[in-house]
């Protein structure tokens, strides 16, 4: 893996495909024990976690709903920490067991946001799947992914979904911020 350029931004490699695709296998059975009877909904959260989203359903032993939802927080390299809804959620939601996939949790902002929407319209569960969580950068506190891949620093990442002002989305391995 080589280091990669984004605009006026260097990134250097940080976790590698092989080791995505394992993390991703590891939520796949625990959604896959957990939510096998319940016939959950995953709502992908756009544009990240579509990499993330579509891996995950297909590794699952039950064929599962998904829906989108689109939202931004982010403007360069720091969170805004106001989630803008850019595409609303046309499905009905109500008694239906909802798990939000995310490529990053990072203030968590965006789960908090969402999880008060999808409970205020009826959601009998919500919980949230994420590639990375960034324990450290948590603004909300008490929450937590309900499962997750990896457990990284406060550092800007980029690649399998993740971008730098757009860039960078459809690298296969995720590079880190060089400072
Ligand atoms: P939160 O609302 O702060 O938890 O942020 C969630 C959203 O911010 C994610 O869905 C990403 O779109 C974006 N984000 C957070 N950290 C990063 C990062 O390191 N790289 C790229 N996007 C990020
Ligand atoms: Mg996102």
Same mark, same amino acid.
């Given at each position: 893996?080589e280091?990669?350029?984004?605009? +006026?931004r260097?990134?250097?490699?940080?976790?590698?495909?092989?080791?995505?695709?394992? !993390? @991703?296998?590891?939520?796949?059975?625990?959604?896959?024990?957990?939510?096998?009877?319940?016939?959950? %909904?995953?709502?992908?959260?756009?544009k990240? !976690?579509?990499?993330?989203?579509? +891996?995950?359903? &297909?590794?699952?032993?039950?064929?599962?709903?998904?829906?989108?939802?689109?939202? !931004?927080?982010?403007?360069?390299?720091? /969170?805004?920490?106001?989630?803008?809804?850019?595409?609303? %959620? @046309?499905?009905?939601?109500?008694? &239906?067991?909802?798990?939000?996939?995310?490529d990053?949790? +990072?203030?968590?902002?965006?789960?908090?946001?969402l999880? &008060?929407?999808?409970?205020?319209?009826?959601? #009998?569960?919500?919980?949230?799947?994420?590639?990375?969580?960034?324990? +450290? !950068?948590?603004?909300? #506190?008490?929450? /937590?992914?309900?499962?997750?891949?990896?457990? @990284? #620093?406060?550092?800007?990442?980029?690649?399998? #979904?993740?971008?730098?002002?757009?860039?960078? &989305?459809?690298?296969?391995?995720?590079?880190? @911020?060089?400072?």
């Amino acid at each position: 893996m080589e280091t990669v350029k984004l605009g +006026d931004r260097e990134f250097i490699p940080f976790i590698c495909e092989d080791e995505i695709k394992k !993390a @991703i296998k590891k939520i796949a059975c625990d959604i896959s024990r957990q939510y096998k009877n319940s016939n959950p %909904l995953f709502i992908c959260v756009l544009k990240g !976690a579509v990499f993330f989203a579509v +891996d995950l359903l &297909r590794l699952l032993d039950f064929s599962a709903d998904m829906t989108f939802i689109r939202v !931004a927080s982010y403007c360069d390299l720091t /969170s805004t920490g106001e989630v803008k809804m850019l595409q609303p %959620l @046309i499905e009905p939601v109500k008694n &239906r067991q909802v798990i939000i996939v995310d490529d990053v949790m +990072d203030s968590g902002c965006t789960y908090r946001a969402l999880k &008060r929407l999808l409970l205020s319209q009826g959601a #009998g569960s919500v919980s949230l799947a994420v590639l990375l969580y960034k324990p +450290d !950068a948590s603004k909300c #506190g008490g929450i /937590s992914p309900d499962f997750y891949g990896f457990k @990284i #620093g406060n550092e800007f990442v980029v690649g399998y #979904g993740l971008d730098y002002n757009d860039m960078g &989305r459809s690298l296969k391995d995720i590079f880190v @911020i060089k400072d």
